[in-house]
């Protein structure tokens, strides 16, 4: 399989490009009244320096999703599921309307407020592809279902190898989406949380009432753990299901004799090339992943404010 994505030194040199690029669009331009004092703050200075390592992020690992999703979508066929592209739509439609309807008053000043919309809208389309992706999956594990379920009975053909070859290419791509999800909202919950001590640094300046109490950012961190787990933990499951379906159809367990060592070698090397069954490295990444906007929303209390 080729690599899925750019090379070490291109990965080096997109990062450094996402940085300047985030790091430059929020603060480029002249400023002046409470936008400048807004900007010499060292709160600021951090939120800046956060958002440019996320649009970092961004440059190194939307190419991987993009490959990773242009992987599942093959193995689909002819039927797409555009249902996952709909409901992703109104998903994202609905997670950045959230921000922007529980955004404190008084916070947003010109020009930050609209490039703060701009930075959300641009993380979306960077996460559509993790997305729309695994869901995608499903579709991939119901046709290898079928397929495995009409050979039933057959003898070793290129349709039982053609189901293993998918299901362990869509088990990687699964984990890669995930983790590249995980990381893009982790770096988001950072960077909000940013984003809040630079507008209570401001609040400061110009002794202006606000209310951006610190459990927004929590709360922005958990809501979007949760809605990763409900995107992976179906995928996940399914995908062990189809597995474990194939593994029942090749090598049933026998109702009429002792199992032989034959059958047990064999379903223990099937069992294992599908990765089938509770696996404590994948585990521990799944639950890293999954965990990790919830965290650095936790930790984001040790930034300065």
């Known amino acids: 399989m ?20 985030g790091y430059c669009y929020l603060t480029a331009g002249e400023l002046s009244g409470e936008a400048l004092k807004f900007s010499k703050t060292t709160a600021f200075d951090l939120w800046s320096a956060l958002a440019g390592v996320q649009t970092a992020l961004w440059t190194v690992v939307g190419p991987i999703a993009v490959a990773s999703f242009a992987q599942v979508w093959r193995l689909q066929g002819p039927r797409k599921p555009w249902s996952a592209v709909l409901s992703y739509v109104l998903l994202a439609a609905g997670l950045w309307l959230i921000p922007l309807l529980l955004t404190p008053d008084g916070q947003p000043i010109e020009p930050f407020s609209s490039r703060v919309e701009v930075l959300t809208l641009l993380g979306l389309v960077v996460a559509s592809p993790g997305v729309i992706g695994m869901w995608s999956i499903l579709s991939v594990l119901k046709n290898v279902g079928i397929r495995v379920k009409e050979s039933a009975g057959d003898n070793w053909s290129s349709v039982h190898s053609l189901a293993v070859q998918d299901l362990v290419e869509v088990r990687g791509a699964l984990q890669r989406l995930l ?3 995980g990381g893009i909202i982790a770096a988001a919950a950072l960077t909000t949380a940013a984003f809040r001590n630079s507008v209570l640094a401001l609040a400061k300046i110009t002794n202006k009432p606000l209310d951006f109490p610190f459990e927004w950012v929590v709360g922005y961190g958990l809501f979007f753990t949760l809605m990763l787990a409900l995107v992976y933990g179906p995928v996940y499951n399914s995908l062990e299901r ?13 109702t009429d004799s002792d199992p032989s060592a034959d059958w047990y070698s064999g379903r223990e090397r099937l069992a294992g090339l599908l990765q089938l069954g509770v696996r404590p490295g994948e585990s521990f990444k799944a639950g890293v992943s999954i965990l990790a906007p919830l965290t650095a929303s936790l930790l984001a209390v040790l930034l300065p404010s």
């Not at 189809?242 to 026998?254: A, D, H, I, K, S």
């Open 179 to 181: 983790a590249i999800l």
């Open 2 to 21: 080729e690599p899925l994505g750019p090379p070490r030194i291109w990965a080096w040199l997109l990062a450094l490009a996402g940085f300047l690029a």
């Open 242 to 254: 189809c597995g474990q379906q194939l593994l029942e159809t090749r090598f049933p367990v026998p």
